[in-house]
């Protein structure tokens, strides 16, 4: 092992809920002098990102670019960079949800570190689908099942999934190393709130073989704003599910979509899929919002972060 830290020029990691596993983007410095340390970082090579004695995340460096004298820059991606660059096809037969997520991370050479039991059953094939979306198949279908919400990350290099409602923290800023934590939540800046009816659905039709089969609808949204309607194809083999399916959709679509981003001073522990409480009055971001993207840096010894936030 090798610690870059003293040659290291700047820093930023991120994560989204569209993309599983955390990239870490940093420049190192360069000197063609012959006592300046050459190739310290190579593609493949392992890097793990720490603060003091937490573990933030490791990653595998996968792009690098060198021009001229210039620092070297380097783009990083967690072990889900495998799951999200692999092509496979998958055929499971009323096996649980989570049994088929482990086959598929033995089969990549992913630790677990923990997959909670899911009891829906996967009868599907996946053909030629990029793993990492068979994985978030999977969980969708039995999110519809369970009428849980789960959160897929990766932590020390191993793949954790586990309830969504679990997730929720709280950050701290430290403005000395003598004083007590302050939350980062009474520093936010840069508050923005957009909202929109444009996505909103307020009814459900489930329709298997262009026969209704169950409808759900949202009748005080239906009286406020108007009729907007979702139809939904299901295979023969979800039609036992087909009112649960209709649910979890209005669930999703029947309300106000918003477009909320904030700046928070930083805490290594806001990843995308975490849940947060705000207070912001002036915008109304106010109640308990899931962390869509962020996006963090470290300039000049400060960590700052920029929150995509959606209520919940």
């Given at each position: 092992?090798?610690n870059?830290?003293p040659?290291?020029g700047?820093?930023?990691?991120?994560?989204?809920?569209?993309?599983?596993?955390?990239?870490?983007?940093?420049?190192?410095?360069?000197?063609?002098?012959r006592?300046?340390?050459q190739?310290?970082?190579?593609?493949?090579?392992?890097?793990?990102?720490?603060?003091?004695?937490?573990?933030?995340?490791?990653?595998?460096?996968?792009?690098e670019?060198?021009?001229?004298?210039?620092?070297?820059?380097?783009?990083?991606?967690?072990?889900?960079?495998?799951?999200?660059?692999?092509?496979?096809?998958?055929?499971?037969?009323?096996?649980?949800?989570?049994?088929?997520?482990?086959?598929?991370?033995?089969?990549?050479?992913?630790?677990?570190?923990?997959?909670?039991s899911?009891?829906?059953?996967?009868?599907?094939?996946?053909?030629a689908?990029?793993?990492?979306d068979?994985?978030k198949?999977?969980?969708?279908?039995?999110?519809?099942?369970?009428?849980?919400k789960?959160?897929?990350?990766?932590r020390?290099?191993?793949?954790?999934?586990?309830?969504k409602?679990?997730?929720?923290?709280?950050?701290?800023?430290?403005?000395?190393?003598?004083?007590?934590?302050y939350?980062?939540?009474h520093?936010?800046?840069?508050?923005s709130?957009?909202?929109?009816?444009?996505?909103?659905?307020?009814?459900?039709?489930i329709?298997?073989?262009?026969?209704?089969?169950a409808?759900?609808?949202?009748?005080?949204?239906?009286?406020?704003?108007?009729?907007?309607?979702?139809?939904v194809?299901?295979?023969?083999?979800?039609k036992?599910?087909a009112?649960?399916?209709?649910?979890?959709?209005?669930?999703?679509?029947?309300?106000?979509?918003?477009?909320?981003?904030?700046?928070?001073p930083?805490?290594?522990r806001f990843?995308?899929?975490?849940?947060?409480?705000?207070?912001?009055?002036?915008?109304?971001i106010?109640?308990?919002?899931?962390?869509?993207?962020?996006n963090?840096?470290?300039?000049?010894?400060?960590?700052?972060?920029?929150?995509?936030?959606?209520?919940?």
């Amino acid at each position: 092992m090798t610690n870059i830290t003293p040659v290291i020029g700047s820093i930023s990691w991120k994560s989204n809920l569209d993309e599983l596993g955390d990239e870490i983007s940093f420049n190192l410095a360069y000197n063609d002098d012959r006592y300046f340390p050459q190739d310290v970082c190579n593609l493949g090579d392992l890097l793990i990102f720490k603060n003091g004695d937490y573990e933030i995340t490791r990653t595998i460096i996968v792009e690098e670019n060198k021009s001229g004298r210039s620092p070297i820059s380097y783009v990083s991606f967690d072990y889900a960079f495998y799951l999200n660059k692999s092509t496979a096809i998958y055929q499971f037969n009323e096996i649980s949800a989570d049994q088929a997520i482990k086959k598929i991370c033995s089969d990549f050479n992913i630790p677990i570190g923990n997959i909670k039991s899911i009891p829906a059953k996967v009868n599907k094939i996946f053909n030629a689908k990029k793993v990492s979306d068979i994985i978030k198949e999977i969980l969708s279908d039995s999110e519809n099942f369970t009428q849980k919400k789960y959160l897929m990350e990766m932590r020390q290099g191993k793949l954790y999934i586990e309830n969504k409602s679990d997730t929720k923290i709280k950050g701290l800023f430290n403005l000395a190393k003598n004083l007590t934590g302050y939350d980062v939540t009474h520093a936010i800046s840069n508050p923005s709130k957009k909202r929109s009816i444009t996505d909103m659905r307020n009814t459900i039709q489930i329709v298997l073989d262009d026969q209704i089969v169950a409808t759900e609808i949202n009748q005080a949204l239906i009286n406020q704003y108007g009729r907007l309607q979702e139809v939904v194809s299901i295979s023969e083999d979800e039609k036992e599910k087909a009112t649960a399916i209709a649910k979890e959709k209005l669930n999703q679509l029947g309300k106000i979509f918003e477009e909320t981003s904030v700046d928070l001073p930083g805490d290594d522990r806001f990843r995308a899929g975490r849940l947060l409480d705000l207070y912001e009055p002036v915008t109304g971001i106010t109640g308990t919002y899931l962390i869509k993207d962020v996006n963090h840096s470290i300039s000049k010894g400060i960590h700052t972060m920029s929150l995509g936030l959606e209520a919940v």
